[in-house]
């Protein structure tokens, strides 16, 4: 059985330059999504939203592998960010953020799919928010993007350099801040963490 790989599939999209930003045309892509608000250092909500997104991904897969023959690889973990006042991020009142943590899944999983890994999740661990959890489709379209490599604390600089490329080239920002995680903050040391800064524009 050959295993899919939609990260190298979708490599502009997953695996940028740190060198220099980019615009990429993101196409529309079915993910398991969680929303929340809060600090996301210690935050049960948030650990709690990982918890879920990743059971219900590892659910879907071993189902679609054992019922329809199809392996792939489980997609690295996303988030969106915003806040009301956008100058909570500048002061770091990371207690009004707000964020949506999400996982991107094959094109040829279906909602039917989902419900039933969702019924299979819950009789086995039932994590505290598999009834947040939802699946639908993201249409995020045009936008800037860059690797940044380093602490997540350590971002401004890079979000900086992301934005004035975009204005430079006579872009509006528009959406929400992305950022793609493609470490593990538990194995990785904080200056070699590896996330994908991506910003839609317009």
Known sequence: MSKLD??????????????????????????????????????????EAIEALYGMSYTLKFMLKKSE???????????????????DFAKGNKDRWKWTLMIAQPDFVAAEQVAAARAELERKKNPPALSRLRFERFEEGRAAQILHVGPYSAEGATIERMQRFAAENGCALAGKHHEIYLSDPRRTAPEKLKTVLRQPIR
Do not use: I
Request: net charge negative.
């Open 6 to 47: 939609p990260k190298k599939e979708l490599k502009h999209l997953y695996s940028p330059s740190a060198k220099e930003v980019v615009f990429v045309d993101v196409p529309p892509m079915s993910f398991l999504m969680v929303d929340g608000q809060g600090d996301p250092n210690g935050s049960q909500a948030f650990q």
């Open 69 to 87: 023959k199809r392996d792939y690889a489980v997609m690295p973990l996303e988030g969106l960010w915003w806040a009301d006042d956008l100058s």
